[in-house]
Nanobody, 113 residues
Framework: QVHLVESGGGSVQAGGSLRLSCAAS????????MAWYRQAPGKQRELVAS???????TYADPVKGRFTISRDNAKNSMYLQMKSLKPEDTAVYYC???????WGQGTQVTVSS
């Protein structure tokens, strides 16, 4: 059983930055692909970015060039550096292990104009 805990969310003005963290416990996750998802009010949960266990990354078009996903296998953690934030980035951000039903509780990101 893997337990995921996100942190780092908050409220920022447009153009600002935030760094989200996802800490895993209960098992090592270094051989799993992981991802960040987000869900805005009234919308479906969507993939933001993913990272393989070797560090290969993919990004959703709306965040390309602004967000950077990374992981530190030694710390059993994953991160999402978010820059040039826009109001449309406002959502609850979730950490997920791809292919398994492991999700964090989410962390709120609010971007004001």
């Amino acid at each position: 059983q893997v337990h995921l805990v996100e942190s780092g969310g908050g409220s920022v003005q447009a153009g600002g930055s935030l760094r989200l963290s996802c800490a895993a416990s209960g098992s090592t996750v270094d051989h799993f692909a992981m991802a960040w998802y987000r869900q805005a009010p009234g919308k479906q949960r969507e993939l933001v970015a993913s990272i393989t266990w070797t560090g290969g990354t993919t990004y959703a078009d709306p965040v390309k060039g602004r967000f950077t996903i990374s992981r530190d296998n030694a710390k059993n953690s994953m991160y999402l550096q978010m820059k040039s934030l826009k109001p449309e980035d406002t959502a609850v951000y979730y950490c997920h292990i791809l292919g398994f039903n492991y999700w964090g509780q989410g962390t709120q990101v609010t971007v004001s104009s």
